[in-house]
Every structure is written in structure tokens, then in C-alpha cells.
């Protein structure tokens, strides 16, 4: 069994930051790729940020310059630092990461965490 478990999510004003956790456990060999989704009511999952197992990062342009992901391969964690937030960014959030096991590949999600940016 794999899991994926979010933290870090809330309510904060326009303008403030947020720093939301991801860690995967279970039976894992290894991780490729993790990423932060995100997705608002009545809208499409998007993605917000990715990175790979090397560092290399990939931002969505409505973020581009405001957040900053990052990983810790020894924990099995990203993190996702969100800062000068806008209301437009209130979403479920949802960590993903392809997942090596001893007999597949495969991408898992969390459960999310919901961040809400008042105006």
C-alpha cells in the first residue's frame, strides 16, 4: 500500500503564504516525478508545479514567480511554498507522485487540502 498525506493547507489573507507538505509511505522503491494539483469549484484539475527526481522544476505560468516546489528524496516529501497569494488561488490542492514499486509504476494522489485566500 502506497499513501500520499497533505498538510499545511487554510485560510489565509490575499497576500500571505501557505507551505503545504506531502509525504509518501508505504512500499516504495522509489519516486520519479511529484507535483502539486490544484483544483477550484466548477473548474479542471490543474497543474500547479512539478519536479523530478533530479530537481528539475516545471511551474504553471499563474504561479510562476510566487511559489516555489521542492523535494526531500531521503523523506519522500514535496512541498510547495505559495507566497503573495490571491484570491484566485483558492483550491482543493492535491499532491501526485509516479510511484516506483517492486512490481509497477504508477501515479498516486492524496487527499488534498484546501487552501481559501480572502480578499
Do not use: H
Amino acid at each position: 500500500q502506497v499513501q500520499l498525506v497533505e498538510s499545511g493547507g487554510g485560510l489565509v489573507q490575499a497576500g500571505g503564504s501557505l507551505r503545504l507538505s506531502c509525504t509518501a509511505s508505504g512500499s516504495i522503491f522509489s519516486i520519479n516525478a511529484m507535483g502539486w494539483y490544484r483544483q477550484a469549484p466548477g473548474k479542471q484539475r490543474e497543474l500547479v508545479a512539478d519536479i523530478t527526481s533530479g530537481g528539475s522544476t516545471n511551474y504553471a505560468d499563474s504561479v510562476k514567480g510566487r511559489s516555489t516546489i521542492s523535494r526531500d528524496n531521503a523523506k519522500n516529501a514535496v512541498y510547495l511554498q505559495m507566497n503573495s497569494l490571491k484570491p484566485e488561488d483558492t483550491a482543493g490542492y492535491y499532491c501526485a507522485a509516479e510511484i516506483v514499486r517492486r512490481m509497477d509504476k504508477r501515479v498516486y494522489w492524496g487527499q488534498g487540502t484546501q487552501v481559501t485566500v480572502s480578499s
